[in-house]
Every structure is written in C-alpha cells, then in structure tokens.
C-alpha cells in the first residue's frame, strides 16, 4: 500500500472518529438540557378567607386558546417588541395553565360549596371561564410581572345570565422563569379570588 493512500484511510478514520465524539458529546448535552428542565406549579393555595356560602356550580374545565395550550412558559419583552411571545427553553409547567388554574378554581370554590363537573346530571348554574392571556412581561430587562386575563361566564339552561372579564398582575421578584412562574401563581390566585367573588354577587346564585 502506497504512504498516499495510507494517509488518505488514516485521515478518513481520524475523521470518523471526530465526527463520532461529536455525536456523543451532543447527545451527552442533550441528556443534560433534560436533566435539568424545571417544572412550575401554583405551589400551596393560599388560606381561604371566611366567605359566604354558595349553592352547587358546575364549574367547566378553563379553555385556552391554542397558543396557551401547552406548558410553556411564556413571556413578552414589552420593552422591546411588545407583539412577540417567547418561551423558557429550560422551564415548563407541570401541566397546562389552563389545567392548573381549573384545579385552583374548583379547589377555591368547593371551600365555598358544592362543585360539580359538565358531567354531572344535576340542574345546577354553569360556570365557564375562557384564559385570553398567561404570561410573564418585562416592561423592562429587570422589571417583569404575571399578567392574566380571563372571561368568566355564568349560564342557566343554555343562557347567558352573566358574563365579565377579569384581569389580574402579579409582581415579579426576580427576572426569571422562577420570577414569572411565582408572579403568575399570585395572579393566579388573584383572578380566583375575583371571579368567586364576582359569583357570589350573581343573582342566580345568591337566590338559590
């Protein structure tokens, strides 16, 4: 075998065998970015305040747009382009907000009273609550807050006796995934607090 052609082969597997370590060494980051993914819940619910009691609602699983149907943890640089979202590569939810603020909402409410399901085949109000908007905004590189924005429904057979849209912000203390997971868990708990609020002053339901 001519030095030529032994070089050429001695390349090619010095080549392999790169191009192989880098393979391994991407697929080593990729175990890591995983390992290190953070998930966010709402954390305890707040102590419940002393509240009237309310009649039996059915309270319906919050809807979301499409765009907030996943567990992304979404912020807004408002400071920058106020029309763009962007997402946490390394921090999600544990589950979609708007699953986790269906459990907050139940969890509120059946302090108060009975909570039923769309299930249920009982003659009770219905509660709808449709999410517009979850997210974290920065009005500037170091100053961010949780903002939520919801519609609340009320309906009894198939009409539309009430209906309001709610909003609530949530400081955040730090600039982070961490900052803006905790600020929207405030809100969070905010926007229940007003929308049991909002429910309890309903003349549908404070006759029953």
């Given at each position: 075998m001519s030095r030529s052609i032994h070089r050429l082969l001695s390349s090619r597997a010095a080549f392999a065998a790169l191009l192989a370590f880098g393979v391994l060494a991407a697929g080593c980051a990729g175990t890591s970015a995983v390992v290190s993914d953070v998930r966010y819940d709402f954390g305890p619910p707040p102590q419940a305040a002393t509240a009237s009691r309310l009649p039996a609602v059915k309270v319906l699983e919050v809807s979301a747009p499409s765009v907030l149907e996943s567990d992304r943890l979404t912020y807004r640089l408002?400071?920058?382009?106020?029309?763009?979202?962007?997402?946490?590569?390394?921090s999600h939810?544990?589950?979609?907000?708007?699953?986790?603020?269906t459990q907050r909402l139940r969890n509120a409410l059946?302090?108060?009273g009975t909570v039923l399901t769309g299930a249920d085949g009982v003659s009770a109000p219905v509660l709808r609550v449709d999410l517009t908007e979850f997210e974290q905004v920065?009005?500037?590189?170091t100053d961010s807050h949780g903002a939520i924005t919801a519609r609340a429904t009320l309906m009894?057979?198939?009409?539309?006796?009430?209906?309001?849209?709610?909003v609530a912000h949530a400081s955040a203390h730090s600039a982070d995934a961490a900052g803006g997971a905790r600020a929207l868990a405030v809100a969070?708990?905010?926007?229940?607090?007003?929308?049991?609020?909002?429910?309890g002053s309903q003349a549908l339901v404070a006759a029953q």
């Open positions: 408002s400071y920058a382009d106020a029309q763009q979202t962007a997402a946490y590569a390394n939810w544990t589950m979609m907000p708007s699953q986790l603020l059946s302090e108060r920065f009005a500037s590189p009894q057979g198939g009409k539309v006796v009430g209906q309001h849209t709610f969070s708990d905010d926007l229940v607090a007003q929308i049991a609020t909002w429910l």
